[in-house]
């Protein structure tokens, strides 16, 4: 008997027919269009593996979702504004004249098998969508990240949130519920404020004197037409110079403007993408599973007459209607004939600043510092205690905007007075943004003071020594390379010089620019330099 083992000869296995069609096709198409150049190409794109940089992700997931969930929702409501009398399941409403909007809303709710939970993944979605994008814009802003060659990106950031809003509150008001009617009266009566042409643009959206006959039907156009495509078409644009400009990263040994630390899209990226988005799925699902958002049945068809007490809007709308709530009354006057109210055109003027602002400050800070370099590498907000400062600022004042749309439930809840709680609201959104800056800019040059003396001695230990000499001294534990790096690799920057110009005159706008870029840099706290690490080790 012998134990020798015989080779196996392989055995080739003939491709399936599904398998031949596949390559076929996928050859057809590559031959055409060169998807394969491009697949390796986006293949190769590292991502950075910091935590901060999922909240772009879960705002793109969720706008899937919002997708998913609005393409269900679309085949069973009718966007009329026709009156029927309500003769469905839900017993409290039989009888009661409503529109057919209204109506297909409570058969969607009641009716449909899933529908309610879709409606609620569909609102929940919308408000993970909004916050993760305010977040992300937060995130980019602290860090730094809409620096050159970022503005653009920064500019389409932010138009986004602007669409995610407008998107957001005309799904609000399609049902036509009196929740949604009351909040598109105090539209309608924000718009008719602006002299001269508000009467008319109101006639011309709302289709007649309000709430018209046509605002619905032309709010649907716009929810599921116009408003998606555009976002879509900013996404996409989005994406595309994130993948030309790159990442931002945090700085650390190898990471440089060259080299990105993280992972390929291809193939990690791509999985752990994928298992995240379906843990985003199943977060907004359970959300809507077990609790409820907009109950239209509790509030009724919508009705010029009634106004409900404590009514709130979305929380991302709220600081436009806190604004509205902040500005003193009285300040209305009369022009030729016509009303000029001051307590809705003050609100409408200062958001539009504040917008503007947001907007564009990429522009403005490049303008202020004259930093025309590309940068790669993102900040740590202490590092720049000025644009830190006026971030704290920022968020202060829309706190206070966004707080001030739930002034009668503050009142009514913990048992204040109105004028009481609206006074508080006034101070934290006038003054809180300038203590805000303050408080910010102070702690974050003390961050600064207390990295500079660790990279300098270290961490205390608390173990005290005694020195052949009879002095006592506590050891301190030295950084390894990584953590030194982290403090030590932030640049210095300098407030612009005056120079006169081409024909030897130094211009107000120079020196205007001059006084900004010595505000924005003053107080500064210079990084450790290699020789003070040298000479601290010897």
Same mark, same amino acid.
């Given at each position: 008997m012998s134990t020798a083992t015989e080779p196996v000869t392989p055995v080739a296995v003939a491709p399936s027919r599904g398998m031949r069609l596949t390559g076929w096709a996928a050859n057809y198409i590559d031959e055409r269009t060169s998807a394969s150049t491009a697949v390796k190409a986006l293949g190769r794109k590292i991502f950075p593996d910091h935590w901060s940089f999922m909240l772009g992700e879960v705002a793109l997931y969720s706008f899937v979702v919002i997708l998913l969930s609005g393409t269900f929702l679309t085949f069973f409501f009718d966007p009329s504004m026709t009156e029927v009398e309500y003769e469905?399941?839900?017993?409290?409403?039989?009888?009661?004249?409503?529109?057919?909007?209204?109506?297909?809303?409570?058969?969607?709710?009641f009716e449909v098998r899933g529908g309610l939970l879709m409606r609620q993944v569909h609102h929940w979605a919308a408000l993970l969508f909004l916050a993760a994008i305010g977040l992300h814009m937060m995130r980019v802003f602290f860090t730094g990240a809409f620096r050159k060659p970022r503005e653009l990106n920064w500019v389409i950031g932010f138009l986004l949130f602007v669409l995610a809003m407008a998107l957001g509150f005309t799904g609000y008001s399609l049902p036509d519920d009196l929740l949604s009617g009351n909040g598109l009266r105090i539209i309608d009566g924000m718009i008719k404020a602006v002299p001269l042409?508000?009467?008319?643009?109101s006639y011309l959206l709302f289709g007649n004197e309000f709430p018209g006959t046509d605002i619905?039907?032309?709010?649907?156009?716009?929810?599921?037409?116009?408003l998606p495509a555009i976002l879509v078409a900013l996404i996409g644009a989005h994406m595309v110079l994130l993948i030309v400009n790159k990442h931002t990263q945090f700085a650390g040994?190898?990471?440089?403007?060259?080299?990105?630390?993280?992972?390929?899209?291809?193939?990690? @990226?791509?999985?752990k993408a994928g298992g995240f988005f379906f843990l985003v799925f199943g977060v907004i699902v359970l959300i809507a599973s077990l609790f409820t958002i907009n109950p239209i049945w509790n509030y009724g068809p919508y009705d010029p007459s009634p106004v409900s007490a404590g009514t709130q809007p979305d929380w991302y709308i709220g600081f436009a209607d806190g604004a509205l709530r902040l500005i003193?009354?009285?300040?209305?006057?009369?022009?030729?004939?016509?009303?000029?109210?001051?307590?809705?055109?003050?609100?409408?003027?200062?958001?539009?600043? @504040?917008?503007?602002?947001?907007?564009?400050?990429? @522009?403005?800070?490049?303008?202020?510092?004259?930093? =025309?370099?590309?940068?790669?590498?993102?900040?740590?907000?202490?590092?720049?205690?000025?644009?830190?400062?006026?971030?704290?600022?920022?968020?202060? @004042?829309?706190?206070?905007?966004?707080?001030?749309?739930s002034s009668d439930l503050i009142a009514t809840h913990f048992r204040l007075s109105i004028e009481g709680v609206i006074g508080a609201l006034q101070f934290v959104t006038v003054a809180g943004p300038f203590i805000a800056y303050f408080i910010t800019k102070r702690v974050?040059?003390?961050?600064?003071?207390?990295?500079?003396?660790?990279?300098?001695?270290?961490?205390?230990?608390?173990?005290?020594?005694?020195?052949?000499?009879?002095?006592?001294?506590?050891?301190?534990?030295?950084?390894?390379?990584?953590?030194?790096? =982290?403090?030590?690799?932030?640049?210095?920057?300098?407030?612009?010089?005056?120079?006169?110009?081409?024909?030897?005159r130094i211009t107000a706008r120079q020196r205007m620019r001059a006084r900004l870029s010595r505000w924005f840099f003053e107080d500064r706290i210079s990084p450790v330099t290699q020789r003070e690490l040298e000479s601290q080790r010897h």
């Amino acid at each position: 008997m012998s134990t020798a083992t015989e080779p196996v000869t392989p055995v080739a296995v003939a491709p399936s027919r599904g398998m031949r069609l596949t390559g076929w096709a996928a050859n057809y198409i590559d031959e055409r269009t060169s998807a394969s150049t491009a697949v390796k190409a986006l293949g190769r794109k590292i991502f950075p593996d910091h935590w901060s940089f999922m909240l772009g992700e879960v705002a793109l997931y969720s706008f899937v979702v919002i997708l998913l969930s609005g393409t269900f929702l679309t085949f069973f409501f009718d966007p009329s504004m026709t009156e029927v009398e309500y003769e469905g399941s839900y017993v409290p409403l039989q009888g009661i004249p409503m529109s057919v909007a209204y109506q297909s809303s409570l058969d969607i709710s009641f009716e449909v098998r899933g529908g309610l939970l879709m409606r609620q993944v569909h609102h929940w979605a919308a408000l993970l969508f909004l916050a993760a994008i305010g977040l992300h814009m937060m995130r980019v802003f602290f860090t730094g990240a809409f620096r050159k060659p970022r503005e653009l990106n920064w500019v389409i950031g932010f138009l986004l949130f602007v669409l995610a809003m407008a998107l957001g509150f005309t799904g609000y008001s399609l049902p036509d519920d009196l929740l949604s009617g009351n909040g598109l009266r105090i539209i309608d009566g924000m718009i008719k404020a602006v002299p001269l042409a508000g009467a008319w643009i109101s006639y011309l959206l709302f289709g007649n004197e309000f709430p018209g006959t046509d605002i619905i039907p032309r709010l649907y156009v716009l929810h599921i037409l116009l408003l998606p495509a555009i976002l879509v078409a900013l996404i996409g644009a989005h994406m595309v110079l994130l993948i030309v400009n790159k990442h931002t990263q945090f700085a650390g040994p190898g990471n440089t403007n060259d080299n990105v630390v993280g992972a390929p899209v291809m193939p990690v @990226f791509a999985a752990k993408a994928g298992g995240f988005f379906f843990l985003v799925f199943g977060v907004i699902v359970l959300i809507a599973s077990l609790f409820t958002i907009n109950p239209i049945w509790n509030y009724g068809p919508y009705d010029p007459s009634p106004v409900s007490a404590g009514t709130q809007p979305d929380w991302y709308i709220g600081f436009a209607d806190g604004a509205l709530r902040l500005i003193p009354p009285g300040l209305e006057i009369v022009v030729f004939g016509y009303t000029v109210s001051f307590n809705v055109l003050i609100p409408l003027v200062g958001l539009l600043v @504040f917008l503007a602002a947001a907007a564009l400050y990429p @522009f403005l800070e490049a303008w202020v510092t004259g930093d =025309k370099r590309e940068h790669h590498i993102a900040e740590r907000p202490r590092n720049n205690p000025t644009r830190t400062a006026i971030g704290a600022a920022g968020v202060t @004042f829309y706190s206070g905007l966004w707080a001030a749309a739930s002034s009668d439930l503050i009142a009514t809840h913990f048992r204040l007075s109105i004028e009481g709680v609206i006074g508080a609201l006034q101070f934290v959104t006038v003054a809180g943004p300038f203590i805000a800056y303050f408080i910010t800019k102070r702690v974050c040059l003390a961050l600064m003071r207390r990295d500079r003396e660790i990279a300098l001695h270290g961490y205390e230990s608390g173990r005290i020594v005694r020195l052949p000499g009879g002095e006592y001294i506590e050891v301190h534990e030295q950084l390894d390379d990584y953590e030194r790096w =982290k403090l030590v690799s932030f640049e210095e920057y300098q407030p612009i010089m005056i120079r006169p110009d081409s024909r030897g005159r130094i211009t107000a706008r120079q020196r205007m620019r001059a006084r900004l870029s010595r505000w924005f840099f003053e107080d500064r706290i210079s990084p450790v330099t290699q020789r003070e690490l040298e000479s601290q080790r010897h």
